[in-house]
């Protein structure tokens, strides 16, 4: 039986990374005419201005882990890689090929050559579904409906690729090892729309590989209208699924989790409710989950702002910030808490002794954020301050303690003087602090 553990995939709504490189010496030329390929470089470049004709342009997936144009990947696992390329034919707006090349007797040669009625590639995903060690290729392609791509599979068999029929669609696609058999699996993931309902499919390589078969479907929260963050791991213990951080209409943040449940069969969403206080169903802050105690579980986070006087206004609360974690029961386990501030990137462990007793406010005018007992109406003797200094502007640290520095930023404590119990020790505060 083989299990995978698999890596971060983005979806669409992620922003893109942005590379840029900077050179000494290069004339105007130069720039406008960069050094050609060599060798297999070359040979595929070749390779694909041959096939695409003259005055093509080359396509890239907008999003996923494949964002170039031509990708190289081991298919077929003989370990040489194999060349994916996406290109739209001059003057043929409304098609993008995907061309598939591979190196056959040291000669590099077309595989396999697609065309998609789309202006756009929306993801290009690699998957072993039928566990043979070749893996098939899943590109999303844009459609005229922002929230749904119409999804290819591709097969690579005996030097050559055969389209699988496909009428799916979805917002983004999860690859992964959901129903712990001896494959992958896709999961398709559609946000609402006119067209479609907010859905998740999980599907499957036929017997005969003829077609995909859907082996279980799940709703998904019809408010979201953008993925934030999509993972694919453990949610709890010895279980695979698939972690959904979105953003609503209204902004706020939530996460679903989905998972296969090899007993029935079937494909089980969970959404977190606010059956126990630190379980908020939707946060304000756009923090996004992820294994903080490196334990091989993935962490939800539920995040609010700290309690404050109505009436203040010369500073604003920080956040709570819980991370809990899915169990097989179904309860939902404290990991963590900490307090949060998203303003100056750093979060604190909050002691079993403040829980309920504690709130912390930041003055951005002083660069403080000043910690205080919390006497459920009011605030009350201040606990600790927390003080960001700039290195740039060379202030006068006297009377604060250094936790840590940045490029730009050194961050420093100072403890009040009085006999409140809840008064933290130097090397407590210090354990305590982490920057984000």
Known sequence: ??????????????????????????SVENLMHPPKAVGDKAEIQALVDSVAGEGHTLKYPQSGNYRSAITMKDIDSDSIDEAIAFYQPVGDIATVHMLIMDSINDEWQTVGDFKSQSTAVESLNFCDLDGNGILEIATSWKTYNANLNQISLYIYEDNNVREVSSEHT???VLTGDFTENEGEELLLL????????????LLDLSENKSDLETLGTAPLNPD???YSQLLVGNIFENQVGAVIDGCTQSGEYNTQL???NTYFNSLEHISFTENVPYNQKLRSYPVMSDDVNDDGVIEVPAAFK?????DRTDAVAAADLYWCQQTSSGTVLLISHKAASFAYGFTFEVPESWEGKFTALTNYDTNEV???EWTGSKTADVLLTVKIFEKDKNEDMSGYTSLDETDDRVYTFKIPEGDNSLILTEREIKSAFELM
């Open 306 to 310: 700290l309690s404050i006087e109505k």
């Open 224 to 226: 979201v209208v953008s």
């Open 370 to 372: 000043t910690f205080f």
């Open 170 to 172: 979805s917002s983004s």
């Open 1 to 26: 039986m083989k299990k995978k553990l698999l890596s971060l995939l983005l979806a669409s709504s992620l922003g893109l990374t942005m590379a840029g490189c900077s050179s000494v010496g290069l």
């Open 258 to 260: 989905l998972y296969f």
């Open 190 to 201: 559609s946000l609402f729309s006119t067209e479609k309902e907010a859905t998740a499919a």
